[in-house]
């Protein structure tokens, strides 16, 4: 924790810090209910809405407002992210549309990395992938080169040869059966690799990792 890190420092500088780990030295910033009571009835504002913490929070807090009497019952309104609170002459009024909101994962100078790209990394950190790589020629229907079975965080390859041939003798078989129905579309192949690639690691290891097929064509 960076308030560890800063109790580390001063401590290694030769300071005595008194923290609430060993004394009861705490403060609160949060303002307490009859502080916050004070302040309406001080200011005694036309309209309020609660704007800190959890929505439990601000419900109580927009309940303690009206029983203060400061603000008139129909003019404390508690809102959600993403609520348009309209002023205009007439007061104030929340707009029935509201605005998109809520977490937007930044990645380095990239931007939003999007929802999809963090499903692909969920897949990844918690599945793994397997790559299947496989050189076809679709004009005899035949396989040149593969299927040669690339993983990593599925299964520790060196231990797990036996595993990686049949997964490869699985994909083979598929090819073969496509090219004998006509198959010769490359991403048509690409789909038969995905599926039968997908189809043995699951029978097999009930795992589920991300499956990249790449069909190449001599």
Not at 56 to 79: I, N, P, Q, S
Not at 112 to 129: I, M, P, T
Not at 151 to 164: F, N, S
Request: charged fraction near 25%.
């Amino acid at each position: 924790m960076n308030v560890s890190k800063v109790i580390d420092g001063l401590v290694r500088l030769g300071a005595e810090v008194v923290h609430s780990g060993i004394s009861d030295v705490h403060a609160s910033g949060h303002a307490k209910q009859e502080e916050l009571k004070t302040l309406l009835s001080i200011v005694r504002p036309d309209w309020f809405v609660p704007v800190h913490g959890e929505y439990r929070h601000m419900a109580a807090h927009a309940k303690l407002a009206r029983t203060v009497g400061a603000v008139a019952e129909d003019h404390v309104v508690v809102c959600t992210d993403g609520d348009q609170v309209v002023l205009d002459d007439a007061g104030m009024a929340v707009a029935r549309q509201a605005v998109p909101a809520g977490f937007l994962y930044v990645d380095g100078i990239i931007g939003d990395v999007g929802q999809g790209v963090l499903r692909d990394r969920r897949v990844l950190a918690e599945e793994g992938v397997v790559v299947v790589v496989v050189t076809v020629d679709v004009n005899t229907g035949g396989i040149l080169v593969g299927p040669e079975v690339i993983t990593r965080g599925w299964v520790y390859a060196p231990e797990a040869e036996p595993l990686l041939t049949e997964c490869a003798d699985a994909v083979r078989q598929a090819v073969k059966e496509a090219f004998t129905t006509g198959a010769t579309d490359i991403e048509a192949l690409q789909r038969v690799v995905r599926r039968a690639a997908g189809r043995f690691v699951n029978e097999s290891t009930r795992r589920r990792p991300m499956i990249v097929p790449v069909v190449m064509e001599a």
